[in-house]
């Protein structure tokens, strides 16, 4: 368990492993809708491909609850593009 201030939990990068991706990140856009773990409400996030299957996301705001493990989403519009595991 880390303790800290809300502050100190936001984050505004990092990296995901094990992604599946429906279309490619450059045919959906960079700029994509992320969900993260299971909240209710979609972040606006730049997508690149670093290799093999990881790619960075960059939140255009920092956000909370970004540990490794956990999943992130990616919507362009309604359609759901791709995801994969934070590591």
Not at 1 to 29: M, P, Y
Request: aromatic content about 8%; glycine content about 10%.
């Amino acid at each position: 368990v880390v303790v800290g201030s809300a502050e100190q939990s936001l984050q505004q990068r990092c990296f995901l492993e094990k992604t599946v991706f429906n279309i490619s990140i450059a045919e959906a856009g960079n700029f994509l809708e992320a969900q993260l773990r299971s909240a209710p409400n979609t972040a606006e996030a730049f997508v690149r491909h670093v290799e093999g299957n990881r790619v960075e996301v960059i939140f255009s705001n920092a956000q909370t609850g970004i540990a490794p493990g956990q999943s992130i989403v990616f919507y362009l519009g309604d359609m759901l593009v791709g995801g994969g595991i934070i590591c």
